[in-house]
């Protein structure tokens, strides 16, 4: 999957939005939906988030209860479904990742404005070969060699959007705490603050750093990542991982509170060029 093109979670996304506007439009309840499916009310709840997988029969059989006669429609949908059934290129690394993560390789894939911010440690998608090993033993105790490097190979992936020709815009603001807590070693973290220098000069990438000197501020929930889609259709997801499962948010009151929180940290921390002279400081005294 070339970066920028939509995943088959984003395409369950689009769907799911347009199953949902289609039932609504002839006043039919979830309940009626379900029974037409032989499903329940909440497997059509979680068809139309483009929580699950769609079988074309039941597409088909959706579209004739909300009306839909005219072929040439009902075959965009059908055909939307059968491409969201299309396993994405890192559905190979699910043997080494949570479960919950591949719905988030997905959404990262499609998305063309990724806003976040790191507190634990440097973002994946800004991580070294070096510190990304790092992280990932951490991560990973007791797991094999080769599951490692799997899993640090599927992260080197995911960088490749950011220097595709489609790249998304990046947004990114580090907690100090990530640049001072040592991953792998002095010359690890020397190789990571050299790439993050270089790396915040590319166009499509604002870093900032929020110092340990401004105490407390808008971030103190932890960390989070804010995706948004260039369909129309689909709103902005936040990303909330935790120790033994994800989050995913797209309540349009929720995910304004996490891009107030991530306004605010942006103006409270320095900007991009002052961010990169204090990431210069740190590596003086690495």
Do not use: C
């Not at 009306?67 to 075959?75: C, F, L, P, S, V």
Request: charged content about 30%; glycine content about 8%; overall charge negative.
């Amino acid at each position: 999957m070339s970066a920028g093109e939509p995943g088959s979670v984003v395409r369950r996304m689009l769907l799911g939005s347009q199953l949902r506007r289609l039932r609504e439009a002839r006043g039919i309840t979830r309940e009626a939906a379900g029974y037409s499916i032989r499903a329940s009310e909440s497997k059509i709840s979680r068809m139309e988030l483009g929580r699950v997988s769609f079988k074309t029969r039941d597409v088909e059989d959706l579209l004739t209860l909300y009306g839909i006669t005219d072929e040439a429609e009902r075959e965009q949908l059908v055909s939307l479904a059968r491409e969201a059934n299309v396993a994405g290129w890192w559905h190979s690394y699910s043997d080494v990742l949570p479960t919950w993560f591949p719905t988030y390789v997905g959404l990262e894939g499609a998305a063309h404005l990724i806003r976040a911010y790191e507190v634990q440690f440097v973002h994946g998608l800004l991580q070294t070969e070096d510190y990304a090993r790092a992280v990932v033993r951490r991560g990973m105790k007791g797991a094999g060699e080769a599951d490692v490097e799997r899993r640090v190979t599927l992260r080197l992936e995911r960088q490749k959007y950011l220097v595709a020709e489609n790249a998304p815009d990046f947004h990114i603001v580090l907690d100090e705490a990530a640049l001072r807590r040592p991953y792998g070693g002095r010359e690890v973290m020397r190789g990571q603050l050299q790439h993050l220098v270089e790396i915040s000069e590319r166009p499509n990438v604002r870093l900032q750093i929020m110092p340990f000197s401004y105490g407390g501020h808008s971030g103190e929930g932890g960390s989070f990542t804010i995706l948004s889609f260039p369909e129309s259709d689909l709103s902005d997801v936040v990303y909330l991982e935790q120790l033994t499962s994800a989050l995913y948010l797209d309540k349009r009151e929720d995910v304004a509170q996490y891009e107030q929180a991530l306004k605010e940290l942006q103006q409270d921390s320095p900007g991009p060029d002052e961010s990169r002279d204090l990431l210069r400081g740190l590596l003086q005294l690495s």
